[in-house]
């Protein structure tokens, strides 16, 4: 809305700069100048009027009542002004002139049928006023054609050619008509509205003091109405040569960012419906917003939209329209977003957010606390790591098949649109019950992708969950007393395509007040086609990777007494006599497993040694005796796991 008007503006100022290229000082030089600037809008098959003119010599002020244009040229606009008033107007040169002020009062313009939704609109500004005014006696021709886009490189261009030290406007009201579409109809109003240093197309600032709009949009059976209350609209440093860039053909191959804005920010802001919604924001901020003109191409995207909607596009050509947004987005630099304090009313209650962040590619939600059926949900914060609008697109887009499913490589694409993502500080219901599982950290990070797979990943959990009478492998933790499991998950895994080396280390898990494992293996002779969605060539390089050392540890905090009490109540004997006879059952399956491999007594005796007395840790280590590959050793293990482990030199150890 805030480009609108400004194209207004400068459309205004501009045509009053032709009504001025004449004689200042002649009256009647004064009027047959005017009357020459109407009839070439007469001559090109528009409509143009005005009423008097009038010219005082002493201030220098000129003077034009009763103005009415109406363009040949679709898109139709009726423009109207009561009166425009310049005072201390000056020729600087032939081409050019300068005025102390300039007043505008009653502008309307009306627009009618305008585009596919048929749009009618009108724009209202009562009183317009422009401080120590520099610009062109005559405006540039404007184009002949329909298209939108030339019609905006006019605007611009002439509006880079025009300085004022102030622009003003009390109220700026916008009324729009859009009933045939999902727009519907409604109305915008500004007030206090003002542009301070315009200087060849770049402007120190622009505010608004207040915008408040009302909305109503079609629904079926019942018609919704937003109203809407935003405040304190603030831009800094516009820079409108940057937006003329992207539009001229001549910069297609301009790399470099322009920045457009260096701030925009605006609030508090209000929006209610009828329905019932109602949403405030405490303040919205966007910083650094720049255009690379050899991708932000606006013209591109205009000649790709279909010109009659009842047409449904191939799935050719929405693969084209997303890969070119992509592109477009891509040529659309952000520095920083951040929306203040933000609550909404939902039909369980008010949802509040802290903030909304995005900063350098990293997306953030903070500060979540919303009602749900079951309970109150309570989120510290939520991240997305180089997050990219424009990759997101093009991700979709190659999702696009002629109604295929897609293939697991396009869904495995999803990895290159991030990098990894957070959540943290989350206390939620869990089911139907009054208890709250609580994740203090959850973090899923990867990189060095070999086609869409990643070949180094990190997820770290630190969570703690009620236990769940009805999961039967539950029951016997609760039945020890144990009603929540706290849960502390850190897995790293690398791949070094140099060496080929494949490492899984560590790979952690706590459960509290139960048990913590640690896992460390390695893998040798990794081929880089194991990274691949295609199976027959993941399995045909996959029978080259070879086992490297395995390395296990389990620390007891707990699960083995719980083992002995499950196993005393099944078997009604007392607790030490139940932890006896497990002993014994290990070694005597041990017993077994040495006769063939006596390496192994020493893993038999530190686990009959591990059970035997609580809180110890086991730790386990095998080392491969010689070339072991993967394949054939999970061959093995399938049909005779004794000879697998004879495949290794077993080295085993307990200690408190």
């Known amino acids: 809305m805030r480009r609108i008007l400004i194209g207004l503006i400068a459309l205004l100022v501009l045509g009053a700069g032709g009504w001025f290229g004449f004689n200042f000082y002649v009256q009647h030089r004064a009027t047959a100048e005017v009357e020459a600037a109407f009839e070439r809008i007469r001559s090109s098959g528009g409509k143009a009027s ?26 139709q606009a009726q423009i109207k002004i009561a009166g425009i008033k310049g005072t201390g107007v000056r020729l600087i040169d032939d081409n050019n002139f300068s005025a102390d002020s300039i007043d505008v009062t009653g502008f309307e313009v009306a627009l009618d049928q305008v585009g596919a939704a048929k749009l009618k609109a009108s724009y209202k500004i009562p009183q317009l006023t422009l401080r120590d005014y520099a610009g062109p006696v005559h405006a540039g021709n404007a184009p002949t054609g329909d298209s939108l886009i030339e019609l905006y490189r006019y605007v611009l261009d002439q509006y880079a050619s025009i300085t004022a030290s102030s622009v003003t406007a009390p109220t700026l009201t916008m009324t729009f008509d859009a009933s045939g579409s999902a727009a519907g109809s409604g109305e915008v109003a500004y007030s206090g509205l003002a542009i301070q240093n315009l200087k060849r197309g770049k402007i120190d600032a622009m505010k608004a003091d207040r915008a408040v709009f009302t909305i109503n949009i079609p629904q079926p059976g019942k018609q919704d109405k937003l109203t809407g209350d935003l405040s304190n609209i603030i831009v800094n440093d516009f820079d409108a040569t940057a937006i003329a860039a992207a539009l001229d053909p001549q910069k297609s191959g301009d790399d470099s960012y322009h920045r457009v804005y260096r701030q925009i920010a605006a609030g508090p802001y209000v929006l209610k419906s009828t329905q019932g919604m109602r949403m405030e924001i405490d303040g919205i901020t966007f910083e650094d917003i720049a255009v690379q003109p050899s991708k ?4 591109e995207i205009v000649a790709l939209m279909p010109t009659d909607r009842s047409v449904v596009q191939t799935a050719a050509q929405s693969r084209e329209m997303m890969e070119k947004l992509a592109g477009f987005y891509e ?13 909404m009313g939902t039909p369980q209650g008010t949802a509040r957010i802290n903030a909304v962040r995005y900063r350098e590619g990293e997306f953030a939600v903070e500060g979540v606390d ?15 790591k180089s997050f990219s609008a424009a990759n997101l697109m093009r991700w979709a887009a190659g999702l696009s098949s002629h109604g295929q499913p897609p293939s697991p490589d396009q869904m495995l694409g999803l990895f290159r649109v991030l990098e990894g993502a957070e959540i943290k500080g989350v206390v939620a219901p869990y089911k139907t019950t009054r208890q709250f599982v609580t994740i203090d950290t959850l973090s899923l990070n990867w990189g060095q992708l070999v086609g869409s797979i990643p070949s180094k990943a990190n997820l770290v959990v630190k969570m ?11 029951r016997p933790l609760i039945m020890a007393g144990v009603d929540k499991l706290a849960i502390n998950l850190d897995l790293g895994a690398a791949w070094t395509e140099s060496s080929g080396a494949f490492e899984l280390a560590p790979a952690t898990i706590d459960l509290g007040n139960l048990a913590r494992a640690q896992a460390r293996f390695a893998l040798a002779n990794v081929p880089r086609g194991v990274f691949t969605t295609d199976p027959v060539q993941a399995m045909s390089d996959a029978g080259k990777i070879e086992t490297g050392a395995i390395e296990l540890s389990l620390r007891d905090s707990g699960a083995v007494d719980l083992v002995v009490a499950q ?13 006896s006879a497990i002993v014994e059952m290990i070694r005597a399956q041990g017993e077994k497993l040495t006769a063939s491999h006596l390496d192994a007594r020493a893993a038999v005796d530190a686990l009959a040694g591990f059970v035997a007395t609580s809180g110890q840790t086991l ?20 049909h005779e796991p004794i000879v697998a482990l004879a495949q290794f030199r077993i080295e085993a150890s307990t200690g408190l």
Request: avoid cysteine; glycine fraction near 8%; aromatic fraction near 6%.
């Open 50 to 75: 005005h009423g008097k003119i009038g010219f005082e010599l002493a201030t220098r002020t000129l003077t034009i009542e009763d103005i009415a244009i109406a363009p040949g040229e679709p898109p």
């Open 296 to 299: 932000f191409r606006p013209a």
């Open 331 to 343: 040529g659309f630099r952000i520095g920083r977003i951040e929306i203040g304090k933000t609550s």
């Open 370 to 384: 919303t009602p749900s059926p079951q309970g109150q949900f309570k989120m510290e914060r939520f991240a997305l």
């Open 464 to 474: 703690v969950t009620p236990t769940d009478p009805a999961n039967p492998a539950q």
């Open 567 to 579: 196993f005393s109540r099944m078997q009604n004997v007392s607790r030490d006599a139940a932890r």
């Open 619 to 638: 730790t386990i280590k095998l080392t491969p005796l010689g070339k072991l590959p993967v394949l054939q050793l999970m061959d093995v293990l399938n």
